[in-house]
DNA sequence: TATTGTTATACTCTATAACTATA
DNA sequence: TATAGTTATAGAGTATAACAATA
């Protein structure tokens, strides 16, 4: 790759960052599945899960709290919410001032569901970085996700 | 209960290591997330645009092929397939041999649709890794997805 | 019997649109 | 007007189950 190709229609990026960008998409999706697949049976969804574990790492918030968060929509983090209230893993308490607002929090079914959870749906990818990566490929790894999270959360 | 493993109830993984599979979940949701917005309005859906890339890259395959590749159930292979022939994105052939088979190829519509859905699908992802990161950080997430990648692919 | 592929059905996840209640 | 949240509806993506055709 010595010159530059200007009438290439896809051009633009460099080969290497082009195929890294395929290789992330194709390891996203394998990413869902296994992810999805390793989280059945467990009486919550996936996305329910993320909900979970956020309620635990940063104590209680508000649906839209939790939506911008996750960067869904709020009607899509409603429906998540509203499930796992029903089954009494997260509980609504009212805001103290604002009385539009309703605050989730986990319950103590909830905590012991997250528990399973961990170790069952976050547990093979890290005992799979634990086991296959040694040290400096776990550094690397580590490292990337960070810049690639930061790539994800830039702008809209 | 455990006694080889006396603390902590959700244990086996280094606390460095739970944070890493967390954070890849997240990454991955919002990813998708991400990819999928950025496919709308192209006229193929994120998962058609998985296997136009993939046929371009390795060729012609089946069904069977194609979901062993992008590790989903042939059924859900067969339904993206199958709405990308109706576009005619794609065609089939007969097996030389076996007649069960049928062989999916790219028509020229495909791959001029895979023009566009490079630039703009896998394009802000190309162009964010060359933006936002200096070298060593690109090669730092180079190397990430190739292991990240052998991960995923293990067993089941 | 095993493999390729199809059809039918259902669930998860997410979105947009339209609405109510509160600020 | 703006924000928090709900309800209704739809599409993408995937799964399981049952089946037909071919090897």
Redesign the pocket.
Known sequence: MIHEQPQSPAAAAPPELAEAAAKLRVLT?QL??RL??ASEGEGV????AAVLSRLDRHGPA???ALARAER?????M???V?ALEEEGLVQRSPHP??????IMSLTDKGRRQLTEVRRTREGWIAQALGERLDEREQAVVIEALDLLARLAEDEA
């Open positions: 999706g869902m599945r999805r697949a969804t996936l996305s329910q508000t649906t839209v869904v929509r709020p009607q899509s409603g429906a998540t509203g001032t604002d009385r539009r607002q309703a």
